[in-house]
């Protein structure tokens, strides 16, 4: 059974940084493109980063040059490394599995984690 599992949100001031951590189990995920979706209240859940199978990195345009996404294959864990927060980044982060990406735009993940909630303050 596979199981996403995120933590690391927190309240952070605006221009502050966080780093998310989701962990898998169930089965490797070397072989599977991992990546980062977020909700914020009364939106849609939007793409962030994804890690693909093939070890490149695709990034939503709001976050180049602020976010990192990495992960260890050793752990089977994918992290989110987020600098210069804005309050508008206030959402639930979702961390995802097994999706295709078409270009910047990804495919519906297989799996999904519960969220990790991330509080970006003015």
């Known amino acids: 059974q596979v199981q996403l599992v995120e933590s690391g949100g927190r309240l952070v001031q605006a221009g502050g940084s966080l780093r998310l951590s989701c962990a898998a189990s169930g089965r490797t995920f070397s072989s599977s493109t991992m990546g980062w979706f977020r909700q914020a209240p009364g939106k849609e859940r939007e793409f962030v980063a994804a890690d693909t199978w093939s070890g490149g990195t695709i990034y939503a345009d709001s976050v180049k040059g602020r976010f990192t996404i990495s992960r260890d294959n050793a752990k089977n864990t994918v992290y989110l490394q987020m600098n210069s927060l804005k309050p508008e980044e206030t959402a639930v982060y979702y961390c995802?599995?097994?999706?295709?990406?078409?270009?910047?735009?990804?495919?519906?993940?297989?799996?999904w984690g519960q969220g990790t909630q991330v509080t970006v303050s003015s």
């Open positions: 995802a599995s097994d999706f295709a990406m078409v270009g910047n735009r990804p495919l519906r993940p297989a799996y």
